[in-house]
Each structure stands twice: as C-alpha cells, then as structure tokens.
C-alpha cells in the first residue's frame, strides 16, 4: 500500500508540472511562451494536439461557443443558444455541455478558472483510475466463479497428481495441453509448454531414471510426434516457472497505469476534456457490475446501482453519441445472458434488472435532449438542426460549413480520403465510413456475448481506428479496457506484442511530418499519410488478435462443457490401438509366411521380400502344389 501511495503521489505531481509550466495555456493558437516551443521550435505543441486530442472536445472549442453565444444576445436566452448552431459557426458542443462547462469554466476566462479546469481534468483521471480498479476487481471475482475458471483449477490439479503431489480433479474438466495458452504462466495459469531436450533431460533426472544419449533422442521425438497431433490428452511436463503478476493484483496495476499515463497527461495539459466523458464513461462500468442488492448484517440493502450507471451513460452519449455502443455491455453485465459468468447469489442481487437499466438509460437520454431543446428554444425544427451539428461530426468525417472546408490532420485516415473524394462521391464516402464500425456490434454482442469486458475494450479500440478524429487517447483507453481480461491477453500471438511496440514510431513520425507541412512547409500531406497508414494498420492487428484471441478462449471452454475434448480423445485413442493391433497381426502373418515357405522348400531358408505382405493366398497355394525344380550345373 505505501508503494501504491508513493506512486500516485509521484504521478500527481509529474501531471501538474505538465500541465502548469510544460502548457500553462490552453490556446492553441498561439505556442510562442511555452517551453517546448523554444526547445523544439514553433509547430510542436499543434503537433501533438492534432495527434492526442480531439479539437471538438476541447476548452478552445468551448471558448468558441462562448463567442458567438455572446454575439447572439443576452445569457440563458433562447437567441443566444440559436446563434451559436447556425450554419458556420462550426460548434459541435451540445447545449448541456456550452451551458454547465462553457458559461461556468470558459467563459469569464480568469485564472482562477483555468485553475479549476485543469484539476477538473485531474480529477477525472483519478475518478477512471478508480473505477478501473474496482470494475477489474468485479471482473476477476465474476470469472472465479466461471466453469473457466474451474477447468483451469481441476487442470492445475492433474498436474500436481502428475508430479506425486495431492490434488483430486475431475476428467471432464480438464484441458488437454495442446489447447492451454503458451503464454498462461505470465499471470500464474496452466499454460502449453513446448518440449526441447533440457527440459526432457531434467524431467528424466527428476524422475529419478538413467537413459543413454540415443534414448533421449528418441524419447524427444516422441514428445515432437506427440505434439503435432491435434487433440493431445498428455499434459505438459511442469516446469516451474514464477508468474510475472497474479491475477489479483492486475486491477492495481492497470488503475495505476492509467493515471500515470503520459499520453492522458499530454491531453489533459494541451486542453483535451475527453477524460470528462471517459470518467462518465468508467463510472457507468462502475456502477454497472455493482450488485444492486447486498447483505450487511443478515438484512439485503438494495443499492441504486441501475440508476447511477444509466445516468453516467446517458450522460456521456449525450456528448458523443458512440458511447451508446456500450448499453450492450452493460446490459449483458446486468443480466440480458444469465449465467455466463456469476453464481446463482450474486444473479439474484444483480442479473435480473436489465430492462430497468434500459427504461432508465432512455429517459434519462430523451430527458436530457428535452431540456436542451428548451434551452435553444423555436420550433421542433430548430433542435433537429442541432442535434445534426452536435451529433454528426463525432459519428462521420463531414465537412465543417458549406466552403467545404474539413477538419484537420489526425492519426486517422478520413481527413486525407475525404480531401481525394469528388464532391459527389463525399456523401457515400460518409455513411459508408461511418457505418463500417457499427456493423460489428451486433456479430461480437452474438458471438461474446459471455465475456462483456471484452466487449467493451473491443468497440474502444474499433472506435480508435474509425473514429472521424482518430487520436492517440481514445487508444489508451481501449488498451487499458484490453488488459482487465488477462485469459484473453496470453492468448494472443507475437505480431500484436511487436504492433504495440511499433506504435510510438508513427506517432512521432506524425508529430514531425505535422510541423515539417503545416509550419516550415518542406513537407506535404503524404508524409503524415503514410504514418496514419501504419498507426492504423497496427492498431487493427491488435485489434483482430485481441478478438481471435477470445474467440480461441471460448471455443476451448465449449469444447471442454461439451465433452468435445474428450470424446476426440477417446476416438483417437482407439485409433492408435487399431493401428497397433493390425501392425501386430501383420507382423504375425509376414512370420507364419516365412514358416510354410522354407516347409516347402525342402528346409532351405529362403530370404522373404519386403512386399510379402502383398502375395495372395491362392499364389502360396500354387506355390506348395507345384515347387520348383532344383537345378544342378555340372
């Protein structure tokens, strides 16, 4: 625990030198009195805002609004809001938003409330780290009660009975080695070894068994042969090898990497306020896998849980519609799918109120586009108006006013197709672009549907590789999300650990080809796409692996519920017997062929081909009726 505080305590004061003397301002239009300005020269703070935040979701998109509010007349009237969503003013922030943050953090721009601001942000961070410990928690504790959970501890059990230690297991629930993960032992989980010659050496010695060299060799060819089969009921010899990490200590480690995250860090000091809608965003998870009822001292004690995470999502789908994606697995934590997970005493008090978090997650978003309408005032029409200019933009890469005019470089790929487009083609270029990440929903909500954690890290990382504005920090979340379901992690394969390593090369490549067009302009837009390219290629194989990864996992565990494993076990076994009984009876007749052929050859022994297996009954019979003449040469 003391580490713990040493930790946050030393990321709280890394994050406020960040944002107090490396950005002291928020403006990013003018960079001259920053310090990495004058070290890395003009064009570098634009440069990693274009790659880390979303300029829509920002105080200078805020202070925006606030200016053409006051263009349009008096506080709090209807004109005021209906200035700000005109056509050209560019304002994406809903009304809500314009209302409790604008006027009451941007707009009077003292210093005092840039202060606020920029705790506001901090807060946040430790808000999200915290629930992401507490929803990592839930998880883990959801899955121990999992017949996952279970196979992997009757599995554990066969191969302390393997090594004479006590443990009593059941078959049908233990998992061949050749379907266990190679990775398991990172986080303490039985996992595939892959057999070499030290490791059968120390086995032998282990044993207490003497061999010669060629005995070795021969055994280890064996191992070989054993493992390219497909479905193999021998365990992995276990060799003792230390967990990295326990699973219980992942949701420390993942909530601490998250407030220690420099990429947040940078966000939040260059004026990004995405870690506002991220904390809505983990509070509803939060509040979400909490049970609704609870037992304190004998007596049940229902807790508001559905209420305070409808409201948290509604909230955050209020400022970017995407976040709705994630109803699905809240809904499934809340009980659409019985018995994926959790035992029957914790179903009770949490798995039986989804309908309620629906009804509740509706009115509090239809609630809160109603308060907004009356905010802007006039007709029905006036707030569709709205609702298109405050939605759009964050679902579909479209043009900002009729000058065509598009918003700016980002580590995605819209901004740069989008300026290739003819103008006729820019319509089908938008609903098909931004129709392409929806289209996953329903497939993975039908396929893991078990697994609503790894729900929720998949749709982030889609959204980090389709969003309109691709950043660096709608990533980072998604990673984190990614690393509460370790089961899922061991299983991926080498090309996602080198696609994560690769990340930060396009990333500052980007930062450099950002400055090199926009501000010295011996550069030009191919350079910043190409980096895009590759930021998005890596991305999508973490993505893909993360997915297949989980599918491979579940498909075992179905394989194992359904006797699956044991049954294609059981068959190959009588496989291999049949093959060893009539290699045996082959052999016996080859002998008793060479028996009747040196009878009738008046004793002398006769060398038998190798394809004698392949001579007929009826040509032994002729060759017993008519032997064949000796002859003497004089």
């Given at each position: ?33 920053n ?22 979701h ?16 008096g ?7 209906s ?5 050209g ?29 920029k705790?506001?942000?901090l ?41 004479n230690r ?29 057999p ?93 896998t909490?049970?609704?009822i ?15 995470a409808?409201?948290?999502?509604a ?8 976040y709705g994606?994630?109803?699905?697995p ?39 586009h ?65 129709g ?10 039908a396929?893991?549907?078990r697994?609503?954690?790894v ?36 299983r ?14 396009p ?66 076994e ?28 008046g ?28 002859t003497?040469f004089?």
């Open positions: 625990m003391n580490s713990v505080v040493f930790i946050l305590s030393v990321a709280t004061i890394i994050r406020l030198i960040v944002t107090f003397v490396l950005f002291p301002s928020n403006d990013a239009t003018t960079d001259h009195d310090i990495l300005t004058h070290a890395l020269g003009p064009g570098i703070l634009p440069a990693i805002r274009a790659a880390i935040s979303d300029p829509v920002s105080w200078d998109h805020l202070e925006e609004a606030c200016f053409w509010g006051s263009v349009g007349g506080i709090g009237s209807g004109m005021r809001y200035s700000i969503y005109v056509p003013t560019r304002i994406v922030a809903p009304p809500l938003v314009v209302t409790f943050l604008g006027e009451t953090l941007v707009c009077s721009r003292s210093v005092f409330m840039q202060l606020v601001q705790l506001l942000l807060i946040a961070d430790a808000i999200g780290a915290y629930c992401i410990y507490h929803v990592g928690q839930r998880v883990f504790e959801m899955e121990t009660w999992s017949n996952e959970a279970e196979m992997e501890r009757h599995t554990k059990l066969s191969e302390m009975k393997k090594e006590v443990g009593k297991f059941n078959d049908d629930l233990i998992v061949p080695g050749v379907l266990l993960p190679e990775k398991g032992w990172i986080v303490g989980l039985s996992s595939k070894i892959i070499n010659e030290e490791s059968v050496i120390d086995e032998t010695v282990k044993n207490g068994a003497s061999a010669a060299d060629d005995d070795n060799q021969q055994k280890l060819g064996d191992r070989n042969d054993d493992n390219t089969n497909d479905i193999d009921t021998v365990h992995p010899s276990s060799v003792d090898r230390k967990p990295i990490i326990a699973l219980d200590q992942l949701p420390m480690v993942i909530s601490l990497m998250y407030y220690c995250n420099p990429i947040a860090m940078l966000a939040n000091a260059t004026g990004s306020i995405r870690s506002l809608w991220d904390a809505l965003l983990l509070l509803s998870f939060y509040y979400a909490m049970p609704s609870i037992i304190k001292e004998g007596i049940p004690i229902k807790l508001p849980s559905a209420t305070k409808a409201c948290s999502l909230l955050a789908t209020y400022v970017d519609v995407w994606v994630f109803l699905v809240i809904l499934l934590w809340r009980g659409v799918v019985r018995g994926a997970q959790t035992p029957a005493t914790i179903q009770r008090g949490q798995h039986r109120d989804w309908k309620t978090m629906l009804l509740l997650y509706l009115s509090y978003f239809g609630g809160l109603l308060f907004a309408s009356l905010l802007v005032g006039g007709d029905p029409g006036t707030y569709k108006n709205v609702l298109v200019q405050t939605m759009l933009p964050n679902v579909a890469f479209v043009q900002e006013d009729d000058s065509g005019s598009v918003p700016g470089p980002s580590m995605g790929l819209h901004w740069y197709m989008f300026v290739q487009m003819f103008d006729r083609f820019r319509p089908y270029f938008t609903v098909f672009v931004s392409v990440p929806s289209m996953f929903v329903i497939p993975l909500m396929r893991l549907h697994y609503p954690s729900l929720t890290a998949a749709f982030q990382l889609l959204w980090a590789i389709f969003r309109p504005t691709t950043t660096v920090h709608t990533l980072t979340l998604g990673l984190h999300l990614a690393l509460l379901n370790p089961r899922t992690i061991v991926m394969r080498n090309p996602s650990l080198i696609s994560l390593f690769a990340l930060p090369v990333i500052l490549l980007f930062m450099t080809f950002h400055r090199m067009w926009l501000v010295s302009g011996n550069g030009n837009p191919n350079y910043i796409y190409f980096q895009c390219f590759a930021y998005g290629l890596f991305v999508t194989i973490i993505t893909m692996d993360f997915v297949s990864a989980t599918v491979k996992r579940d498909k075992v565990r179905r394989m194992v519920e359904k006797g699956t494993v044991k049954k294609l076990a059981k068959k190959k009588e496989a291999v017997d049949s093959q060893k009984k009539s290699e045996k009876v082959g052999e016996n007749d080859e002998h008793n062929l060479a028996e009747i052929l040196e009878k009738y050859n004793g002398v022994d006769l060398k038998v081909p190798e394809d004698i297996g392949n001579i007929s009954d009826q040509e032994i019979d002729d060759a017993r009726r008519k032997p064949e003449p000796t003497v004089l």
